[in-house]
């Protein structure tokens, strides 16, 4: 691996190690500073990470976006897991390009738990107006509602279609396709 | 197929005023490249509303890498960018390695350098000729394909394949460069750097294309960036930004090479900025071949490969930014695949570039951003 991103992880890479890389501690002092209870946390790919309750997302979201130091103007990708018991969790990926001199390109990754039986969370294409294809991505296959999304339809599958597919309990309807193999006349096997 | 309940296009659009009139650009249309179905409102021959209809070619990658274990997904990984197979690979498999800590030989990291790069010359040269094609520029499909066709030797050469090549594993490649693969590589690059000489004198100067290109389809850096824009087609808005600089991954901090960015925002700038790739990518190989040190081309891996946590990865292919989104709950199997394309974001951008231009605008614009549907749909 490259020895920039091995610089980039924390000693000893334990969750919630308290030693961050000298270029991420700015925004990890601005997020301690605004939000005291958010204890953000090191990833081992050299991702900062911070879970926030679904009720504050677009307060937070718009505080990630507005902030001076923090200034992430850029979504790299909206996508959710299912944790089957515990939820779903919706990921956001955050970065930082900015126009102004002072390039050094932070990089933030927000999650949000959504409870299974209540699958909605704020939407943010009114902060990040590119967030409209991922959530609508999103909704076609987890089945997570974006509130305030303006045009919340399926996007890869067809409209008539069931359930959401990357969902673990989803259950293919359709007829099983035995798989059939025969050996050619003659065939040496 | 898909969406048949709007093929007026009344639900996404809303109903025409008297004047408009709604066009279906698409599924089958010779400048969408796949089936890419484009819904435009037009007034006369001006177009004032676009939507991109997406998911005719839906295969749920998704699902399939969450049922396979991570070896086994990344032959799929190449169908998702057919003609950039090495870049999708990479982001793959590079996400795995971080999962799992899986330390890359540096003779591993310059392979993937190497044809990670080539790649992008492969997929530039595909982009050049078609986008010209599209603008009624058959002689130039012919040249570029020419050399495409050298190239795609070299890599069959290397891998067996010509486009899906199933090349990159967890922790280095498949094999290691063949006897003579530098000097094929730099005889090559030489003829390429003659031959694009020539297809700028053909082609970049013409008054016919420049006519064309120049002043459609603008976008401006703040859009740029507000609408996720990656690879040239951000670079062409005048913002610098490349993963391969920004967040430098393998060995890109050696090498030494600028990023081409564009004035304008226009269909023109994004083409400028790919052009100028080609020569950026001729030096990174060229330093590359120069640099490899000796050594494996694959590292120590653990025979089974429990995935544990979550990790995200960022490659830079020619479209924009792959990135790939990794979690596992301590099987060999993934827990959850995410595959973040370039060009499914990009489409959004129809609307913004397309309103206030021409139908036929409409056509430089697509081929200006470099879609590859495979990519879209998964």
Not at chain 1, 33 to 44: E, F, T, V
Not at chain 1, 153 to 180: A, C, S
Not at chain 2, 199 to 217: A, C, D, P
Not at chain 2, 285 to 297: E, N, S
Request: hydrophobic share 40%; charged share 30%; glycine share 8%.
């Amino acid at each position: 691996m490259a020895e920039r991103e091995d610089k980039a992880r924390p000693e000893g890479e334990t969750a919630g190690a308290q030693t961050f890389p000298e270029e991420i501690q700015p925004v990890v002092d601005l997020l301690n500073k605004h939000y005291p209870d958010l204890s953000p946390a090191m990833r081992a790919d050299g991702w900062l990470e911070v879970v926030v309750d679904r009720q504050q997302s677009p307060e937070f979201f718009r505080f990630l976006r507005d902030t001076r130091g923090l200034e992430f103007d850029y979504l790299s990708d909206v996508t959710a897991v299912d944790y089957e018991d515990k939820g779903f969790q919706v990921v956001y990926h955050l970065i930082s390009i900015g126009l102004r001199a002072d390039r050094t390109h932070r990089r933030l990754c927000v999650k949000i738990n959504v409870p299974r039986d209540d699958a909605r969370t704020p939407s943010v294409v009114d902060i990040w107006p590119t967030a409209n294809f991922h959530e609508r991505e999103v909704y076609d296959l987890m089945g997570v509602v974006f509130e305030g999304h303006p045009d919340l339809r399926r996007i890869l599958l067809r409209e008539d279609w069931v359930g959401h597919p990357l969902r673990k309990d989803y259950v293919d309807r359709r007829p099983p396709r035995p798989r059939v193999v025969e050996k050619a006349p003659g065939s040496w096997r | 197929m898909a969406k048949t309940s709007d093929v007026l296009g009344e639900q996404q659009l809303g109903v025409p005023a008297e004047q408009e009139l709604f066009i279906n650009m698409g599924p089958q249309h010779p400048s969408t490249h796949g089936v890419l179905r484009v819904l435009l409102k037009v007034d006369g021959e001006v177009v004032t509303d676009a939507k991109a209809d997406i998911g005719y070619l839906h295969r749920c990658f998704e699902k399939i890498a969450e049922r396979r274990t991570v070896t086994q997904v990344i032959p799929y990984t190449d169908r998702t960018d057919y003609l950039a197979a090495i870049t999708s690979e990479w982001a793959f498999v590079m996400a795995a390695e971080r999962l799992m800590d899986v330390e890359v030989p540096e003779r591993a990291e310059y392979i993937r350098v190497i044809v990670g790069e080539l790649q992008r010359i492969a997929s530039h040269l595909l982009w050049f000729g078609t986008f010209a094609l599209d603008l009624g520029a058959t002689t130039v499909f012919l040249y570029a394909f020419r050399e495409r066709e050298k190239l795609l030797d070299i890599f069959q050469k290397l891998t067996g394949a010509r486009m899906l090549y199933n090349y990159l594993r967890i922790g280095g490649a498949r094999n290691d460069l063949y006897d003579g693969f530098a000097d094929d590589v730099r005889r090559f690059l030489d003829d390429l750097e003659d031959r694009l000489h020539e297809y700028h004198t053909l082609f970049t100067g013409n008054r016919i294309f420049e006519s064309r290109v120049k002043g459609i389809g603008v976008l401006s850096a703040e859009d740029a960036i507000k609408y996720g824009a990656s690879g040239p087609v951000i670079r062409g808005s005048g913002v610098p930004y490349d993963v391969r600089k920004a967040h430098p991954y393998s060995v890109y901090h050696r090498f030494d090479f600028g990023i081409p960015i564009g004035k304008d925002g226009d269909v023109y700038s994004r083409y400028l900025v790919r052009m100028q790739e080609f020569y950026e990518s001729i030096g990174i190989v060229r330093q590359a071949l120069d640099q490899i040190p000796a050594g494996d081309f694959i590292g120590k891996v653990p025979r089974r490969m429990r995935l544990e946590g979550d990790a995200y990865a960022r490659v830079e292919s020619p479209r924009g930014e792959v990135g790939v989104y990794i979690v596992g709950r301590g099987e060999e199997n993934a827990w959850r695949v995410h595959y973040r394309s370039p060009c499914f974001t990009h489409l959004q951008l129809l609307g913004p570039l397309g309103v206030g231009g021409l139908v036929a605008d409409m056509v430089a614009v697509i081929g200006s951003i470099d879609i590859v549907m495979g990519e879209v749909d998964r």
